[in-house]
């Protein structure tokens, strides 16, 4: 698999379609799959996890059904390439910097990926743009039938699959919806919204996995229970919150356009402003005035600029990624000015392109 | 800021009030989830903590000495590093995940997706386990007849245990 051509092409989970895409960016469902005749990765010697590994990369060679997808072996990838996938969501941060055999086989669409040695051995995650959390299980499901036609995975009649860490015993299930939230943040309602969440049993991530305080107000929400229900019912609890925290989001931008319309486009015009004349900026920066641009445009605020192309910017400006585009290793200097370089070659040809549509 | 049992970034940061000195941790979410299921309030209210301590203490003594048959986990080695082991640690530390389990997800029993073949493989993984045991104990006493029947039928059950 070629990491360059993944690199021009937007994520799946970054594409932005769907009904109410300006608030629900994608959803994700992953399984934690362990193999039955292997002890769990903490206890795996090199020779145990080198082991699984071809195990479960005979599995996917010899299935017809999984035959399009990319192997990449992160034993052999150069940090960069590793973090580039890390941006992508394909893998995990732990699975990037762990150590010993592993791997990922990834969709060309990159609709899913299979992370081989993990905290598991298997986790199979299924991405879609979106809000449709019926397909993607159905697509996840799929997945692990045809894998498991090929071997015995670690199962207990009572507690059904196990895993290397008892939080994802049961289904071992995460089903998580990726939203955008900026007015939530910027009214600092954010943190009600999780409290009442985490009474839910819910959990609230960043984009990459991170706690409070989420790069570019992207937040994901999932299930932290996965045992004692079906995947129906976890699938359920999820979509359930999605209709309220839309609401919630959506009141939050009125009041905003209502209360505070001109503190709020001048948030926004600054943001747009600096994105298209800084001559360098940081990662964490650029994500944050990328969310207000996004909700910018969303609300109306700024024309002559597509959602595509935010969405795009915010995966393209990640430090992996640029110096993928850019085909040359930059430090950290040398990536804040080639970043602000790309910000401003994009958003100005984007606005040139809207304005002759026009 | 990483997680300070695994790799994790940490999102739970707990600040701990037990001595004269204060405890911070700082951990992801799964470890933290292990770590405030364990601190469960003391049963019997009116015990001094100096007591539990000590009662603390035997019980990670005797923790430590409890090791899963198939990989040589210790219960403790789980506490520290919120991972367990193998498979068979669900069997074998059955008594202690419990709690533990019923305190994450408020449930003991599976609902839902069941592989279609090999169901019974952590069932026979018990049955193989027990009569290794049993074999050992069998050399021990210099019952060779026991043990090579018995041996024999390990091999056989493990011969049905590889995927086809």
Same mark, same amino acid.
């Given at each position: ?14 594409r932005?379609s769907?009904?109410e ?6 959803c ?5 799959r362990?193999l039955?005749?292997?002890?769990f990765?903490r206890?795996c010697s090199d ?5 699984i590994?071809?195990?479960?990369y005979e599995t996917?060679?010899?299935?017809p059904k999984?035959?399009d ?9 150069s940090?960069?390439?590793r ?9 995990s $941060?732990e =699975?990037?910097?762990?150590n010993?055999? $592993? ?8 609709k ?6 993990e905290?598991?051995?298997?986790r199979i995650?299924?991405?879609?743009s979106?809000l ?5 299980w ?8 045809v894998v498991e036609?090929?071997l015995?995975y670690?199962f207990?009649?009572r507690?059904?699959y196990?895993?290397?860490c008892?939080t ?7 089903v ?7 007015a ?8 009600k919204v999780?409290?009442s969440?985490?009474?839910?049993n819910l959990?609230v ?5 991170e706690g409070?305080r989420a790069m570019?107000?992207?937040y994901q ?5 996965t ?5 129906k019912d ?6 359930d919150v ?5 609401d919630?989001e959506?009141r939050a931008?009125?009041f905003?356009?209502h209360?505070?319309q001109?503190?709020l486009?001048d948030?926004?015009s600054r943001?747009y402003g600096l994105l298209?004349s800084?001559?360098?900026i940081?990662?964490e920066?650029?994500?944050e005035?990328l969310?207000s641009? $996004?909700?910018?445009v ?6 002559n600029?597509?959602i ?5 910017l ?6 992996? =990624?640029l110096?993928?585009l $850019?085909?040359t290793?930059l ?24 304005a002759?549509?026009? | 800021m990483?997680?300070q ?6 999102t739970i940061?707990?600040t ?6 204060l405890?911070?941790?700082h951990l992801?979410?799964d470890?933290g989830?292990?770590y405030?299921?364990q ?6 209210s009116?015990?001094?903590p100096?007591f539990?301590l000590i009662?603390?203490a ?5 923790l ?6 198939i990989c040589g ?11 367990l082991?193998c498979p068979?640690?669900?069997?074998c530390f ?9 305190n994450i997800?408020a449930?003991t029993?599976?609902?839902g997706k069941?592989?279609k073949?090999?169901v019974?493989?952590s069932?026979?993984q018990?049955?193989l386990v027990r009569?290794?045991?049993?074999m050992?104990?069998?050399i021990?006493r210099?019952d060779?007849e026991t043990?090579?029947?018995?041996r024999?039928?390990?091999?056989e059950?493990e011969e049905?245990?590889k995927?086809?």
């Open positions: 698999m070629k990491l360059e051509e993944l690199a021009r092409q937007s994520s799946e989970w970054l932005g769907g009904p895409s300006d608030i629900v960016i994608s994700r469902i992953r399984l934690a362990n039955a005749n292997h002890p990765i206890r020779t145990d996890l080198a082991a590994e071809r195990t479960l996917l060679q010899s299935e999984l035959q997808v990319g192997y990449v072996n992160l034993k052999m990838l940090e960069i390439d973090q580039f996938l890390v941006e992508r969501q394909l893998i $941060r =699975h990037a910097d762990s010993g055999a $592993r791997a990922v086989a990834i969709h060309p669409e990159e899913f990926s299979l992370m081989i040695n905290e598991d051995h298997l995650q299924v991405m879609n979106g449709d959390l019926d397909a993607t159905e697509q996840t499901d799929a997945i692990d039938d036609e090929h015995s670690a207990h009649q507690l059904g196990l895993t290397a008892p994802n015993v049961g289904t071992g299930m995460r998580s919806v990726m939203f955008h939230l900026p939530l943040v910027l009214t600092q309602q954010i943190d999780f409290r969440l985490q009474k839910m959990a991530r960043g984009l990459y996995g409070s570019g107000d992207f929400i999932s299930n932290q229970i045992l004692g229900r079906s995947e976890l699938i359920q609890q999820v979509s999605v209709p309220q925290i839309i919630y959506r931008r009125d905003l356009v209360e505070n001109q503190d486009h948030r926004v943001a298209c800084a001559q360098t940081s990662s920066e650029t994500m005035l969310s641009v $996004r909700m910018g969303n609300l109306g605020l700024i024309e600029l597509k595509p192309t935010i969405n795009k915010f995966i393209h400006t990640q430090p992996a =990624h110096q993928k $850019r085909g290793e430090d950290t200097a040398n990536r804040n000015i080639e970043r602000a370089h790309y910000l401003q070659r994009h958003l100005q040809q984007d606005g040139a392109d809207a002759e549509n026009n | 990483k997680c049992q695994c790799e994790k970034p940490a940061h707990i701990e009030i037990t001595g004269p000195e405890d911070e941790l992801c979410e470890c989830k292990i405030l299921s601190q469960e309030p003391a049963s019997d009116t015990m001094s100096q539990k009662e603390d035997d019980e990670l003594a005797a430590q000495q409890q090791v899963c048959e986990s210790s219960f403790y080695e789980f506490r520290h590093s919120g991972r082991g068979h640690d669900y069997v059955e008594t202690e995940l419990e709690p533990l389990i019923v997800h449930a029993d599976h609902v069941r592989p073949r090999g019974n493989s069932e026979q018990v049955v009569m290794r045991q049993e050992k104990e069998a021990e210099e060779y043990a090579s029947s018995l024999d039928q390990i091999q059950l049905q245990r995927p086809s």
